[in-house]
């Protein structure tokens, strides 16, 4: 008896991270009689900190009428009312006897807090009315570690191991090692991933992701995430998992990596080994750029300057005010015997002094606003893809309209900015309690609405996309002093060549579309004095992505004022844009 009860509770305890692999938000059969029921998962067992997380929906309509579901989404980051929030809904309608599956992507707040708990809430009411549900999925975060995915046949037998390393040493709250996934319900989009840092799973897990979940991982890894595949049978490479650009067991693409290790015939990872490891990437965790490295150096604020605040005139005004609406009110136009007369020049005097104000704020501030942006751009010509990391600084105005309309191909983050007059996004508030909200626009595009811009503030911003293009640089003679040509639809300033066998070469001058341009020789020292000048712009982060592309032969540098920007608020106007494009040279 005893034996059993052992068995049985083992049996237990080890389907316990299979449940677990997958967040579900709700199951449930409305009508047992015909059928109708919703079934809402999660692509992973936790919550990344900025992003999207992919939802997967099932619904079985067994009636004879249409029946529609309207889903309200709540991302929060913080289990209190001071919380930062970003909304989004969704609907879905089946017709009847039918089943419908469908995907969306929720987008997720900023987690500008460290270690605050993050959240997400999902609202759930049908038509004709059926039963409304709230539902809730909860993680926790730290910008000290980065947030992985690790696939369910890894997750099972070291999860335990692994997340008693993780916490050993830290504080109450402190997140597990990773979340878990199952390889059949990776999403196709790229932003599912964007939130997170790094993906570990085997190689049979590889060869089991869907083709299309398969190349939006691959350009989410090109942005800068990181792969680790493991493979129990020595024959596999990455060459035979058809990763083609890998060299011996690692493969560096743009600014992501792709790993292959061995993992062991029992399946336990070494969790010491394992944590080093996965703690010391290429690039920090994406939650510390947004919640703290900005805030101590940014050199994009800093060329950006400061604002100075002038309040001679209102406080002249205020003075006015209060001589003119007492004493001058009292005794001269309402004076003893018309004392009526306060109900009309008392609001008079104070529309007056209002309107002055105003017009001092408008003459000071303007509307609209300005700001400064950088872009680092890497080119594949070969997938006819641009790969961008957009940082942008802007001082807002008087804004008439906050809300603004950009491609669904990027994702637009706050960032916390060192407190200020006019920062709204900082350490110290926590992020303000902003709401934002992001919602499905017509032809492909977003439309953002609620804080990300308010009226005479301050605002960070990075922003990620992935863009078609044509643009590249071609060479003309491959022998002898090379020339090229540019596709790009705009004139590029300066162009930095690394030859295959390691030559430096540079642009003359101006390289104009379409036009053939010859390169000059360029010495080290010449080139590692741009590098440095360049180095000088850009934050830690920005920096690293930049050195790891800089010294590749077969490929150039090239600097642009102009480029392929996306753009946020419409009424900002960019005193300074500047793009650092990145890429092989086509025709070697």
Same mark, same amino acid.
């Given at each position: 008896?005893?034996?059993?009860?052992?068995?049985?509770?083992?049996?237990?305890?080890?389907?316990?991270?299979?449940?677990?692999?997958?967040?579900?938000?709700?199951?449930?059969?409305?009508?047992?009689?015909?059928?109708?029921?919703?079934?809402?998962?999660?692509?992973?067992?936790?919550?990344?900190?900025?992003?999207?997380?992919?939802?997967?929906?099932?619904?079985?309509?067994?009636?004879?009428?249409?029946?529609?579901?309207?889903?309200?989404?709540?991302?929060?980051?913080?289990?209190?009312?001071?919380?930062?929030?970003?909304?989004?809904?969704?609907?879905?309608?089946?017709?009847?006897?039918?089943?419908?599956?469908?995907?969306?992507?929720?987008?997720?707040?900023?987690?500008?807090?460290?270690? *605050?708990?993050?959240? !997400? #809430?999902?609202?759930? /009411? @049908?038509?004709?009315?059926?039963?409304? $549900?709230?539902?809730? %999925?909860?993680?926790?975060?730290?910008?000290?570690?980065?947030?992985?995915?690790?696939?369910?046949?890894?997750?099972?037998?070291?999860?335990?191991?692994?997340?008693?390393?993780?916490?050993?040493?830290?504080?109450?709250?402190?997140?597990?090692?990773?979340?878990?996934?199952?390889?059949?319900?990776?999403?196709?989009?790229?932003?599912?991933?964007?939130?997170?840092?790094?993906?570990?799973?085997?190689?049979?897990?590889?060869?089991?992701?869907?083709?299309?979940?398969?190349?939006?991982?691959?350009?989410?890894?090109?942005?800068?995430?990181?792969?680790?595949?493991?493979?129990?049978?020595?024959?596999?490479?990455?060459?035979?998992?058809?990763?083609?650009?890998?060299?011996?067991?690692?493969?560096?693409?743009?600014?992501? *990596?792709?790993?292959? !290790? #061995?993992?062991?015939? /029992? @399946?336990?990872?070494?969790?010491?080994? $394992?944590?080093?490891? %996965?703690?010391?990437?290429?690039?920090?965790?994406?939650?510390?750029?947004?919640?703290?490295?900005?805030?101590?150096?940014?050199?994009?604020?800093?060329?950006?300057?400061?604002?100075?605040?002038?309040?001679?005139?209102?406080?002249?005004?205020?003075?006015?005010?209060?001589?003119?609406?007492?004493?001058?009110?009292?005794?001269?136009?309402?004076?003893?015997?018309?004392?009526?007369?306060?109900?009309?020049?008392?609001?008079?005097?104070?529309?007056?002094?209002?309107?002055?104000?105003?017009?001092?704020?408008?003459?000071?501030?303007?509307?609209?606003?300005?700001?400064?942006?950088?872009?680092?751009?890497?080119?594949?010509?070969?997938?006819?893809?641009?790969?961008?990391?957009?940082?942008?600084?802007?001082?807002?105005?008087?804004?008439?309209?906050?809300?603004?309309?950009?491609?669904?191909?990027?994702?637009?983050?706050?960032?916390?900015?060192?407190?200020?007059?006019?920062?709204?996004?900082?350490?110290?508030?926590?992020?303000?309690?902003?709401?934002?909200?992001?919602?499905?626009?017509?032809?492909?595009?977003?439309?953002?609405?609620?804080?990300?811009?308010?009226?005479?503030?301050?605002?960070?911003?990075?922003?990620?996309?992935?863009?078609?293009?044509?643009?590249?640089?071609?060479?003309?003679?491959?022998?002898?002093?090379?020339?090229?040509?540019?596709?790009?639809?705009?004139?590029?300033?300066?162009?930095?060549?690394?030859?295959?066998?390691?030559?430096?070469?540079?642009?003359?001058?101006?390289?104009?579309?379409?036009?053939?341009?010859?390169?000059?020789?360029?010495?080290?020292?010449?080139?590692?004095?741009?590098?440095?000048?360049?180095?000088?712009?850009?934050?830690?982060?920005?920096?690293?992505?930049?050195?790891?592309?800089?010294?590749?032969?077969?490929?150039?540098?090239?600097?642009?004022?102009?480029?392929?920007?996306?753009?946020?608020?419409?009424?900002?106007?960019?005193?300074?844009?500047?793009?650092?494009?990145?890429?092989?040279?086509?025709?070697?």
């Amino acid at each position: 008896m005893n034996r059993a009860l052992a068995l049985f509770l083992l049996v237990c305890c080890s389907t316990l991270p299979f449940l677990s692999a997958q967040h579900v938000f709700y199951d449930h059969e409305y009508n047992p009689k015909t059928g109708t029921s919703l079934k809402m998962t999660a692509m992973s067992s936790t919550l990344p900190s900025s992003g999207y997380m992919a939802v997967r929906v099932t619904a079985r309509n067994g009636e004879k009428i249409p029946v529609s579901w309207s889903f309200g989404f709540t991302s929060s980051d913080h289990d209190y009312a001071e919380s930062n929030q970003l909304s989004s809904s969704f609907s879905l309608s089946c017709p009847p006897d039918q089943q419908k599956n469908v995907e969306f992507l929720v987008p997720l707040v900023t987690a500008i807090q460290d270690d *605050s708990p993050l959240s !997400l #809430e999902v609202s759930i /009411s @049908g038509r004709p009315p059926l039963t409304s $549900t709230f539902e809730k %999925m909860t993680s926790d975060q730290s910008h000290n570690w980065p947030c992985i995915l690790m696939s369910e046949a890894l997750y099972t037998p070291n999860s335990g191991p692994l997340n008693s390393a993780a916490a050993s040493g830290s504080h109450y709250g402190s997140p597990a090692f990773a979340g878990s996934f199952t390889p059949r319900d990776l999403t196709n989009d790229w932003r599912g991933y964007a939130g997170f840092d790094a993906i570990m799973l085997t190689s049979a897990d590889w060869k089991a992701i869907e083709p299309g979940a398969k190349t939006a991982l691959m350009k989410w890894n090109r942005l800068g995430g990181r792969i680790v595949i493991y493979a129990v049978d020595p024959s596999v490479t990455l060459l035979s998992l058809g990763i083609e650009d890998a060299e011996g067991n690692e493969a560096y693409r743009s600014w992501g *990596s792709i790993e292959l !290790l #061995e993992l062991p015939a /029992s @399946g336990l990872l070494n969790a010491s080994r $394992t944590m080093a490891m %996965m703690k010391t990437g290429e690039l920090d965790p994406r939650a510390s750029i947004f919640g703290k490295e900005l805030v101590s150096s940014w050199p994009l604020q800093y060329s950006f300057g400061e604002r100075s605040f002038n309040p001679v005139f209102f406080i002249l005004i205020l003075i006015a005010f209060g001589i003119i609406v007492g004493p001058v009110n009292l005794f001269v136009f309402a004076k003893s015997g018309q004392r009526h007369r306060l109900f009309i020049t008392t609001p008079i005097i104070s529309l007056t002094a209002s309107a002055l104000l105003l017009l001092i704020i408008v003459f000071q501030d303007g509307f609209g606003g300005k700001g400064h942006r950088l872009a680092l751009v890497e080119v594949q010509p070969e997938e006819n893809t641009a790969y961008i990391h957009q940082q942008q600084i802007a001082r807002t105005g008087v804004l008439l309209n906050t809300s603004f309309t950009t491609k669904n191909n990027a994702i637009v983050t706050p960032v916390a900015l060192d407190a200020t007059r006019w920062a709204r996004i900082t350490p110290r508030n926590g992020g303000g309690e902003s709401r934002y909200r992001i919602s499905n626009g017509e032809k492909n595009t977003l439309d953002l609405s609620g804080d990300w811009y308010k009226s005479r503030s301050e605002y960070g911003h990075i922003v990620t996309s992935i863009q078609s293009t044509r643009g590249r640089l071609e060479l003309l003679s491959p022998n002898g002093r090379p020339s090229l040509t540019s596709t790009f639809d705009f004139p590029i300033e300066k162009i930095y060549y690394v030859s295959s066998s390691g030559d430096l070469w540079q642009s003359s001058g101006e390289v104009k579309s379409g036009r053939k341009s010859e390169l000059v020789p360029c010495t080290t020292a010449e080139f590692n004095d741009w590098r440095s000048q360049i180095t000088k712009t850009l934050n830690v982060d920005s920096k690293r992505r930049f050195e790891l592309l800089a010294d590749r032969q077969g490929h150039f540098i090239a600097l642009a004022k102009d480029g392929p920007f996306t753009d946020t608020l419409g009424s900002l106007s960019w005193k300074e844009s500047t793009a650092i494009i990145t890429g092989p040279i086509v025709g070697l």
